[in-house]
């Protein structure tokens, strides 16, 4: 809901659906959220919220001095919850991030901790808001932040393996040469060391890859496989080693779930959300792709799995569940 008299009239001209968009954590990728958000217009009013003062006025200040720039908005940054009231879409990117050699997984008791805290707070100001978790590991926070909240499966999910799956495009698209926007092809699974390449459904323009053999492009080979994946699986820790963090995809591959859900887009996405008898995997979240629009997840898509796929997928809910049941849930 909008509070500013000026921007509820241009969001009703153009007809674009008022919203209000907070974003919880003003680090690297909460900040990177909400400027790849601005360039793109994805919300009318984005606010930041942050436990950290000095660093929240510093980039809401230094956001607002582009505004110029980007599509009308409002952006605001606060160390009080309240300027979260009444936000429509809440995006969670507060806590610890992994260091040089610390796994996802590391995460879980610190970032658990934050969420029971943070997740009931800002429900008190925002109780009709769709909740999308970034927090690492993503899987366990989003299946932590859906049992405290109470709110419906559709209205909580997390980022999931969007970020993998675009790592695995980029990788496919640059040996085949061709555009990254025409491969197919999802991780599934954990976003973590047990997430898996779906390649027995993987395309390019509707041509299986296991088919792809094109002059001048090539085709895969399986070493060309193992390294892809082997690459897909090291890229958070090789960018952390290098500069600390991993932000610019990660605030894009956002955005794109952000544009499925406030332009009400029914884009499939493999986000992360709670499975429930599906393929005898019950009561974790994890990433299959799934339909996102205005009303949040859908329940996934009975994509095609082999048998190796099938196995993949089971054995990594199980590893979730491990650490969930290490968190007490
Ligand atoms: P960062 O340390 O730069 O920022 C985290 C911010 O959270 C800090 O500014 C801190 O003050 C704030 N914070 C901590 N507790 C808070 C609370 N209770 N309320 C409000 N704010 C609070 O970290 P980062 O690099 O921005 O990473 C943030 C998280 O995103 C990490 O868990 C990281 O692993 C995760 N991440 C996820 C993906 C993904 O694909 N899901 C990709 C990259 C990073």
């Not at 160390?79 to 996802?104: L, M, N």
């Not at 061709?178 to 047990?194: K, L, R």
Request: aromatic share 4%; hydrophobic share 45%.
């Amino acid at each position: 809901m909008l509070s500013d008299p000026l921007l509820q009239k241009l969001t009703t001209d153009q007809n674009i659906m008022p919203t209000k968009l907070a974003i919880i954590g003003a680090g690297s990728v909460g900040a990177t959220i909400a400027y790849a958000c601005l360039i793109r217009g994805v919300a009318k009013s984005i606010v930041l919220y942050d436990t950290n003062p000095a660093k929240v006025t510093a980039e809401a200040l230094d956001l607002n001095h582009g505004l110029q720039f980007v599509p009308m908005a409002t952006l605001d940054g606060s160390a009080d919850v309240e300027i979260c009231r009444d936000a429509d879409v809440v995006v969670v990117t507060a806590g610890a991030k992994q260091k040089p050699g610390q796994s996802r997984t590391d995460l879980a008791a610190a970032n658990t901790a934050i969420c029971k805290d943070l997740v009931p707070r800002i429900l008190n100001v925002a109780p009709n808001a769709t909740f999308l978790l970034v927090t690492n590991p993503v899987d366990v926070i989003t299946h932590v932040t859906l049992k405290i909240s109470g709110l419906p499966r559709p209205r909580v999910f997390g980022s999931g393996t969007v970020l993998d799956s675009s790592r695995f495009r980029f990788l496919i698209a640059k040996r085949l040469k061709v555009a990254v926007q025409n491969v197919h092809a999802h991780i599934a699974g954990e976003h973590g060391d047990s997430e898996i390449p779906l390649w027995s459904s993987a395309h390019v323009a509707s041509v299986p890859l296991h088919a792809w053999a094109v002059p001048g492009h090539g085709k895969l080979t399986v070493r060309d496989r193992t390294e892809i994946f082997q690459n897909v699986k090291t890229a958070a820790q090789q960018i952390i080693e290098g500069k600390g963090a991993t932000n610019y995809a990660i605030g894009l591959a956002t955005v794109r779930i952000l544009e499925a859900l406030l332009h009400d887009e029914s884009r499939v996405l493999p986000v992360s959300s709670l499975l429930t008898n599906y393929q005898e995997i019950d009561d974790v979240c994890l990433s299959v792709p799934c339909i996102v629009n205005r009303a949040g997840v859908e329940p996934p898509l009975p994509i095609p799995l082999n048998p190796a796929e099938l196995a993949g997928l089971r054995n990594s809910a199980e590893t979730i569940k491990v650490t969930l049941r290490a968190v007490g849930f």
